[in-house]
């Protein structure tokens, strides 16, 4: 029975002396006077009760698509589909009684928005199943306006959530995800796809508040052969495979775009939905190592390719390569292989193997630097060109950190090599006409267009005699 029915039946209950003929004739009439395109068969109902001093018990129900929110609507219903959805999180009122809130980002045809489920709606049975791309019906909400001024949707304690079945207009999570390549500033609650391009790394810091915090940062690459870096806040390496190969799909359910340092980038948030190919198990890996690089914790940071010329970054928490020389060919089992970053810890095994032809030497992966490109990872032999120098570049936060560059050339061209914070000290390191092979390096759109090299925490500087 629809909601009119049932509130034509509530009238008849208390005005026993009308037909629903009378009814559906006053509700004819009602919008006739006040104008059919101003008036909804319910909203004349309600009139009509009021004409007969009835108040009907359950109060209207809105329609609307999400473009239509405003703050203040009241008893909204509308039909969406999950984006995302975030876990529930336990938080304090000023008078220290515990809630619970959970968050979602659904969208329509149209528009985006985000939803807030409070107290026992935000454990809602089944709500944590909720997957991205399905159809659900929001009933009897609030919108209030959120810290941005967006309107928000809120369940509250009379507002529901319940999941159709029913055929919709409202597109596929497929058809509405963009590549890499069409991402705009300002963009936000986007399904965005793309390839793993290098590193994926996690980081641990404490915010504003003193509270710590940790992240998941990339880079992916679109169709088009541009990347860009992603920073998950409240994300962390246990929500992504253990083995990643390189280039894998990726696609990222509830982030926007902002600007960076370095240009463009995606962010998203604990609510965001990763997907990326892999494998819980990491598997085998056969590489020569190119470079080892000690920290100053005596961690080996290793530089290594395969057959396939496929650049690996090793990171060795066990000290398991302490045995492996450079030139070495070593077959090593990875905890975690993600893209091009492989982790050595307790549970990994390295061990030596014969030389193997097949797999390129330093000499034969250098590049030259007419070669270089945006955005590739090299290993060069140069002579260099003007006397290193030193500065200390202020952030944006205030924050004071080493930079040190270097003006180098071989027989093909001339490029700048800089180095941040501690790779800053291998420039220090270098003097004027010598000649140096350089491993690990980054190639980066500087000033004016020209293309600069970037140290790792994999690079290493070798002078040649």
Known sequence: MSELENLIEKLLEQKPEL?????????????????????TDQGALFLIASDFGVTLSEPLKVEMGLKDLYAGAKEISLETRVLNLSPAKQFSRKDGSPFYLRTMTVYDANSTASVKLWDDKANLPGVENLKPGDLIKIIKAYVKSDLDGSPTINIGSGSNIETADSESEIPSIDTITKDISELQEGQKDLAISGTIDGIISSMEFTNSRGQPGKALRMRLKGKEGSAMRV?????????????????????LLGVRIKSGNQGLEIHGNDATIIQIEGGKEAEPVIARILSISPTENGRNMILAVDNKKNLYNISDFS??????AEGDVIECMPSKVYGNSITLDDNSFVRKLDNDESIPSLSQLRTKINEIKVDGHYCIEAIILKVPERREVQTKTGESIALSEMFVEDDTGQIWVKGWRNQARLIDKCELGEIVSITGLNAKAGLEGRIELFLTSFSKITKKN
């Open 19 to 39: 037909t629903r003929e009378d009814i559906e004739e006053q509700i004819k009439l009602k919008k006739e006077k006040i104008g059919a395109g101003y008036l």
């Open 231 to 251: 920073v998950l806040w409240g994300k962390d390496e246990s929500e992504i495979p253990n083995m990643i190969s390189q280039s894998a799909n990726v696609r």
């Open 319 to 324: 000290n398991s390569t302490s045995i492996c």
